[in-house]
C-alpha cells in the first residue's frame, strides 16, 4: 500500500488510512463486497477506485457523489486521495451505510457524509456536484438518469465499466442527450491482472436537465431511457 500512495503521490498518512478501510472490510460480518482479502483488495479495490483519479475533473472536484457506495469503493479511496473533496456516499442498504460511517471514523475521514437513500430520492444533492461516481451499479443511461440532476454545470459522471459494449455505449450517448448530459470520454485503463479491460465512462453536464427527472424510485431501470431509440 505505501508504494502505491508513493506511486501515485497520495497525501501524508494516505497508505494507513487506506489499510484500516481494507481491514475493515475484511473484518465485517456481513458479505460487503466479494473480494475481502486486504492484499487483493489493494488492487481490485483500492488501485481501481483511485484509477478514477485519471479525470481530470473527478481529480480536480470538490464535491463527489459516491452513487451506490456499498463496500466504500470507490467512494472512501477518493476522500482518502482528495482530501480538500467532500465525498458524499450514497448507499440505500442501512447496514451497509452504518459500515460506510464507521469506517470513515475509524480512518480519520472528517470530508465523507454517508447518506440512506437510493441514488434518485436523494435530493438534497440536486446541482451542487462537481461529480458523481459509479462502479459496478447499472447500465449507463441508468446511471446518467440517476447523475444528471445532481451535477453542476460543467460537472461529470464517471462511471467504471469492464470490456466496452457498443450497444450499452450507444444507449447511454441516447439517455444523455435527454437529460442534458455528453460523452466526454472513455478512458482505457492500463490492463493488470483481474482488469484487461477496465474503462472509464465520463459524461459532462452540458445543458440543463429538463424536469421530471430522475422519475421515481424503480423507473430508471425498469424503464431506460434512450435503449432503443437510437436503432
Known amino acids: 500500500m505505501a508504494a502505491l500512495a508513493a506511486e501515485l503521490g497520495l497525501p501524508e498518512g494516505s497508505a494507513e488510512r487506506l489499510e484500516i478501510v481494507l481491514d475493515r472490510?475484511?473484518?465485517?460480518?456481513?458479505?460487503?463486497t466479494t473480494v475481502r482479502d486486504p492484499a487483493a483488495g489493494i488492487d481490485?479495490?483500492?488501485?481501481?477506485?483511485?484509477?478514477?483519479?485519471?479525470?481530470?475533473?473527478?481529480?480536480?472536484a470538490r464535491a463527489i457523489a459516491d452513487l451506490g457506495s456499498g463496500g466504500g469503493f470507490p467512494g472512501l479511496a477518493?476522500?482518502?486521495?482528495?482530501?480538500?473533496?467532500?465525498v458524499t456516499l450514497v448507499e440505500s442498504v442501512a447496514k451497509k451505510t452504518a459500515f460506510l460511517g464507521a469506517t470513515a471514523t475509524a480512518a480519520g475521514l472528517h470530508n465523507v457524509e454517508v447518506v440512506t437513500a437510493r441514488a434518485e430520492s436523494w435530493r438534497e444533492g440536486f446541482g451542487g456536484q462537481d461529480a458523481v461516481t459509479a462502479r459496478a451499479l447499472a447500465p449507463?443511461?441508468?446511471?446518467?438518469?440517476?447523475?444528471?440532476?445532481l451535477l453542476r454545470p460543467g460537472g461529470v459522471l464517471v462511471a467504471w465499466k469492464g470490456r466496452?459494449?457498443?450497444?450499452?455505449?450507444?444507449?447511454?450517448?441516447?439517455?444523455?442527450?435527454?437529460?442534458g448530459l455528453a460523452l466526454a470520454d472513455v478512458v482505457r485503463v492500463p490492463a493488470r491482472p483481474g482488469a484487461d479491460e477496465r474503462h472509464l465512462h465520463v459524461l459532462r453536464k452540458v445543458a440543463p436537465t429538463p424536469d421530471g427527472y430522475p422519475r421515481r424510485e424503480g423507473m430508471a431501470r425498469k424503464?431506460?431511457?434512450?435503449?432503443?431509440?437510437?436503432?
Not at 472490510?25 to 460487503?32: G, K, L, T
Not at 477518493?78 to 467532500?86: F, I, N, Y
Not at 424503464?223 to 436503432?231: A, S
Open 140 to 149: 449507463l443511461p441508468v446511471l446518467a438518469e440517476y447523475a444528471a440532476p
Open 164 to 179: 466496452r459494449d457498443p450497444d450499452e455505449e450507444a444507449d447511454g450517448v441516447a439517455a444523455a442527450k435527454l437529460l
Open 78 to 86: 477518493l476522500a482518502v486521495a482528495l482530501p480538500a473533496a467532500r
Open 223 to 231: 424503464r431506460p431511457l434512450g435503449v432503443q431509440r437510437h436503432r
Open 44 to 60: 481490485a479495490h483500492v488501485r481501481d477506485s483511485l484509477d478514477g483519479l485519471r479525470v481530470t475533473e473527478l481529480r480536480e
Open 25 to 32: 472490510v475484511a473484518s465485517e460480518p456481513s458479505a460487503i
